[in-house]
């Protein structure tokens, strides 16, 4: 996996297991995520990110090694669970703070705020607050791909919670008709908002998933090595030409829905073994086995909480919207001649 260390993207090796330094960068950008969205809950307890948030702290793992097998000409479509995404995805984390602290420099001028941050530069189509309302965002981009730019894929990401959506049956049944270079990844956390999926899905992922005619695999959503392999073999097949695939990330999601959710509905031993499935320990212990490893990662986390809080303070430097804009990009300018 030659990376990019300024995306986090790049080209994947042959070995099934990336090298010390590409472990390093990969436990560097989920670390980047974690600490990023722990320092969102501390702003919004303290009122300076409006609206809601939803965070992934748990599930880094799926954002950074599906990122790692991506290019920036590549796209993705995200979920209101997005932040991880579009961290992993190379969004300028300036920009990204000053969009959901609603400044006028953010990366939608404040207007997208954290359901909807979105950079076309970068392949990020945008996070959505609809639950599946990404995916057939997502095999637009991938169809004008196959047509436009032969080699570039797209990636939907959505939940588990979005399996009962009639969006993506659609979606799915389409991609495969017309064969186009897209990823459905299912970040599979068992829970659809407040309610078990159990409860809410009544038929079996893969069977249903191959009854479209998808390439379908499961894979640990915990292990970012294992999401990053397994994203960098069928990302290399649909560059190729390879049908539509749809991965089963097993992963957990550690807060509740929104921020703030008391989380009542979960029962404790749930709860109390989540530390053993964090993803970020995992790869740690997988790179601290290696030759040259560093011995512990406290250095990584200072680089990484610096960055964050000199990106923080450019962001809160930035300028209010201004009321006089609110109706800027909404209307088209029309012409009397």
């Not at 990636?155 to 495969?176: R, W």
């Not at 294992?226 to 649909?238: D, K, T």
């Amino acid at each position: 996996m030659d990376f990019n260390v300024a995306t986090g993207q790049g080209k994947r090796r042959a070995e099934n297991r990336p090298s010390t330094a590409d472990g390093v960068e990969l436990y560097r950008r989920m670390l980047l995520i974690r600490r990023s969205e722990e320092r969102l809950s501390r702003l919004f307890a303290d009122g300076e990110v409006p609206g809601f948030i939803h965070l992934s702290i748990g599930q880094e793992a799926v954002s950074v090694g599906i990122m790692s097998a991506l290019t920036a000409e590549d796209t993705i479509a995200s979920t209101h669970r997005g932040h991880g995404h579009a961290i992993a995805k190379g969004l300028s984390l300036t920009g990204f703070f000053a969009e959901l602290l609603a400044r006028d420099d953010g990366l939608c001028r404040g207007r997208g705020g954290s359901m909807h941050v979105a950079d076309a530069a970068v392949g990020m189509l945008g996070a959505n607050g609809i639950v599946g309302a990404g995916v057939p965002i997502a095999l637009g981009s991938a169809l004008a791909h196959s047509r436009l730019h032969p080699g570039r894929v797209a990636v939907s990401f959505f939940g588990d919670g979005a399996l009962a959506e009639g969006v993506l049956h659609e979606s799915l049944n389409l991609a495969v008709l017309l064969r186009a270079p897209i990823l459905f990844v299912c970040e599979a956390n068992g829970w659809s908002e407040f309610s078990p999926v159990a409860s809410q899905i009544a038929f079996g992922t893969e069977a249903w998933a191959r009854s479209y005619g998808l390439v379908y695999e499961k894979v640990d959503g915990n292990d970012v090595f294992a999401v990053a392999e397994a994203a960098a073999r069928h990302i290399g097949g649909l560059r190729s030409g390879g049908s539509p695939v749809f991965l089963e990330c097993l992963t957990a999601r550690v807060r509740g829905h929104y921020e703030g959710d008391a989380q009542k509905y979960r029962e404790a031993a749930e709860l109390d073994d989540l530390p053993r499935q964090d993803p970020l320990a995992r790869a740690w212990t997988q790179i601290s086995a290696q030759a040259g490893a560093p011995s512990d990662p406290s250095a990584i986390d200072e680089e990484v909480l610096g960055e964050i809080e000199a990106a923080l303070a450019a962001a809160r430097r930035g300028p209010e919207p201004s009321p006089h804009g609110a109706l800027c990009d909404v209307y088209s300018e029309q012409s009397h001649g």
